[in-house]
T-cell receptor, first 114, second 115 residues
Framework: GQQVMQIPQYQHVQEGEDFTTYCNSS?????IQWYKQRPGGHPVFLIQ?????EVKKQKRLTFQFGEAKKNSSLHITATQTTDVGTYFC??????????????FGKGTLLTVNP | DTGVSQDPRHKITKRGQNVTFRCDPI?????LYWYRQTLGQGPEFLTY????????KSRLLSDRFSAERPKGSFSTLEIQRTEQGDSAMYLC?????????????FGPGTRLTVL
């Protein structure tokens, strides 16, 4: 079935260091969405990427969608303790009209040492 | 608060008992989803409603699971004869289908523990 692979599973950084998580699909995605889940919390929508090669920024967060629409990345510059949580990518494939069923990666748990 | 709400937030039950969870979506959202999340995993799709119609059910949803959205507003997810493997966080999300790719907003989840 359709799935997204996300790496790394865990990342521990010192506050101020950068962080990147990568997401990969074996087949072309319609779009990819990124969510953040704080410990004990629920997934919170961050952003959606639709176009090939798209790059979007939210303050210290930079999101990229690959040219082939098979991979994506989230980069955080100068991490802060408030960035702690699990970052999930979630892919959508527009096959058979199922343009709604998100398939989540396993997530990358980010911990930040102050 | 106009976000997605779920009730209860926590449920502890004994194996073999039935449980029912409720989800209230964002009021103008016509799409509603149920996901299940276990420790260390991302949410897994269970089922999807557009208005009151249940349009898709995952293979993960055994016959012991049933979901309803009778009036196209709130939804319930019932698990009959619970098993220890049902222990998980059950997440509800809602969205509006008016856009090409809708954004799903998640509720706080119901954490189920089956003893």
């Amino acid at each position: 079935g359709q799935q997204v692979m996300q790496i790394p599973q865990y990342q521990h950084v010192q506050e101020g260091e950068d962080f990147t998580t990568y997401c990969n699909s074996s087949t072309t995605l319609s779009n990819i969405q990124w969510y953040k889940q704080r410990p004990g919390g629920h997934p919170v929508f961050l952003i959606q990427l639709v176009k090939s090669g798209e790059v979007k920024k939210q303050k210290r967060l930079t999101f990229q969608f690959g040219e082939a629409k098979k991979n994506s990345s989230l980069h955080i510059t100068a991490t802060q303790t408030t960035d702690v949580g699990t970052y999930f990518c979630a892919g959508l494939w527009n096959s058979g009209g199922s343009n709604y069923k998100l398939t989540f990666g396993k997530g990358t748990l980010l911990t930040v040492n102050p | 608060d106009t976000g997605v709400s779920q009730d209860p937030r926590h449920k502890i039950t004994k194996r073999g008992q039935n449980v029912t969870f409720r989800c209230d979506p964002i009021s103008e959202h016509n799409r509603l989803y149920w996901y299940r999340q276990t420790l260390g995993q991302g949410p897994e799709f269970l089922t999807y409603f557009q208005n009151e119609a249940q349009l898709e059910k995952s293979r993960l949803l055994s016959d012991r699971f049933s979901a309803e959205r009778p009036k196209g507003s709130f939804s319930t997810l019932e698990i009959q004869r619970t098993e220890q493997g049902d222990s998980a966080m059950y997440l509800c999300a809602s969205s509006y289908s008016g856009r090409a790719f809708d954004t799903q907003y998640f509720g706080p989840g119901t954490r189920l523990t089956v003893l």
